[in-house]
C-alpha cells in the first residue's frame, strides 16, 4: 500500500451506498502533510513532461493544486461552477453533471487564463464519472491549449471515468485507485499499481 | 509599498462601480509566487501566536490557507457554503450574505473539525463588510474554540468590515487595505501600515 491508500484504510469511512468519506484530510478538513505527498508524487509521475499551467475545478482540488503549482513555480488557474452563468465572449464554457449535487454545471474560466501556449496538468481530488475532467479538458482545448496529463488523488475504479479518459489516450494518474468497498465490512480493495522501489541503489543492486 | 500592493498597481484592474479586478493572480488564475509570499508575511505578523488550525471559506480562501498550514503544519478546515443546507446535529451552521452573488449562504463545518481545543488562525482572501469572517468566527465560537486573529491578503478599507472587527478586539491582519479607487483614473489609495526595515541589522544600528 501507498502512503494515500494507508491514509484511507486509517482515517477513511464507508458510508451506505459505497460512498468513500474522506473529509477528515482530504475534501473539508485538509491533512497538508498528505497533500504534500500527492503532489510530490503526481511531479514524479508526470516526470519529463512539459507543464506550464496546473487547472482544477473548485473547490476542493485547489489545496493539491496549489501545493503541485508550486513545485512546478507555475500559475494554477481553477474553474468556477455556476449553474446559471451564461455562455459569454470573455470565458470558455463546459458542463458537467454533480452526482453530489444531483444537478449540471456549468464549468468555466476566462479566456486570458487559457491559452494556445498552455501546456495544461489537470488536477483534481476524486475521479469517478469523468464528468469534472472532461469538462476541463474541454475547456483547454477550446482555448487550443494542450492538456499533458490528469493527476487525481482517488480514482474510483468501479466507475468508467478512468478506463475511459485512458482509452482516449491520456496520461492519467491516480494515486490510489479503488477497486471495491463493502459498507458491510468496512473492507477496501485498492487497485494493484507498480510500486516504486525505496532503495536509492535498487538499480545498481538488480544489476 | 509592499509586495502586495505592488502586485496590485502591477496587475490589478479597477472595474466600473469601483470593483477591484485581481482573478488573474488572486482568485481565479492564482500566481503560487503571491501566495507563498502572503503566507510567510501573515505568519509573521502573527508571530509569538499558538495556532493549531488554519480555517478559510470555499473556494478562493483555499490556495493561501493550504500553503500557510503548511508553514504551521497544522491541518486547514475549509467551510463550506450552501443555499439549501438544513441545520443538523452533524455541523456547525452560519449565514453570510453573498454581495457577489446577491443572496444569503449558509457557511458550515462538519463537528468534528472544530473543537474546544482549537486555536484558530482566520484566513482569506478578501474582506469587505465581514460577512465571511463573522461566519467562521460564529463557527469556532459554538465549537468552543478560540479565534487567534484574522488574515486577509486585501481588505477593502472603505467597508466597514475591518473595523468592526478590530473594534471587537481581534487581531485583524491585511496586508494591502484599500483606502479608495477610482475607476476614471485607475488609480489606487493604500492605507499605510508599517513597513518593516529590510536590514538584519536595523535594531543594532538605531542604537
Redesign the interface.
Known amino acids: 500500500m501507498n502512503f494515500l491508500e494507508q491514509k484511507i484504510v486509517e482515517d477513511g469511512v464507508i458510508k451506505e451506498g459505497n460512498i468513500l468519506k474522506v473529509?477528515?484530510?482530504l475534501n473539508?478538513?485538509?491533512?497538508?502533510?498528505i497533500?504534500?505527498q500527492i503532489a510530490y508524487e503526481l511531479k514524479r509521475r508526470f516526470r519529463g513532461k512539459q507543464v506550464n499551467k496546473i487547472l482544477t475545478i473548485?473547490?476542493s482540488g485547489?489545496?493539491i493544486a496549489?501545493?503541485l503549482?508550486?513545485l512546478y513555480?507555475?500559475?494554477?488557474?481553477?474553474a468556477?461552477k455556476s449553474q446559471t452563468a451564461n455562455s459569454t465572449d470573455d470565458k470558455y464554457m463546459a458542463q458537467a453533471y454533480s452526482f453530489t449535487h444531483k444537478r449540471m454545471n456549468n464549468v468555466f474560466?476566462?479566456r486570458?487564463?487559457l491559452t494556445a501556449a498552455d501546456k495544461v496538468l489537470i488536477v483534481d481530488d476524486f475521479l469517478a464519472d469523468g464528468q469534472a475532467a472532461n469538462a476541463l479538458i474541454d475547456l483547454v482545448h477550446q482555448a487550443g491549449g494542450e492538456v499533458v496529463g490528469i493527476g487525481i488523488a482517488i480514482e474510483k475504479g468501479q466507475q468508467q471515468g478512468g478506463r475511459l479518459l485512458r482509452e482516449a489516450g491520456y496520461q492519467l494518474e491516480s494515486i490510489a485507485i479503488l477497486q471495491s468497498m463493502d459498507y458491510a465490512t468496512q473492507t477496501i480493495v485498492f487497485k494493484e499499481q507498480p510500486t516504486r522501489l525505496q532503495s536509492c541503489n535498487a538499480k545498481q543492486q538488480a544489476r
Not at 28 to 33: A, E, F
Not at 73 to 78: A, H, T
Open positions: 473529509d477528515n484530510f473539508h478538513q485538509i491533512d497538508v502533510d497533500i504534500r473548485e473547490a485547489i489545496a496549489t501545493v503549482a508550486d513555480d507555475v500559475p494554477v488557474v481553477f468556477k474560466v476566462s486570458p487564463y
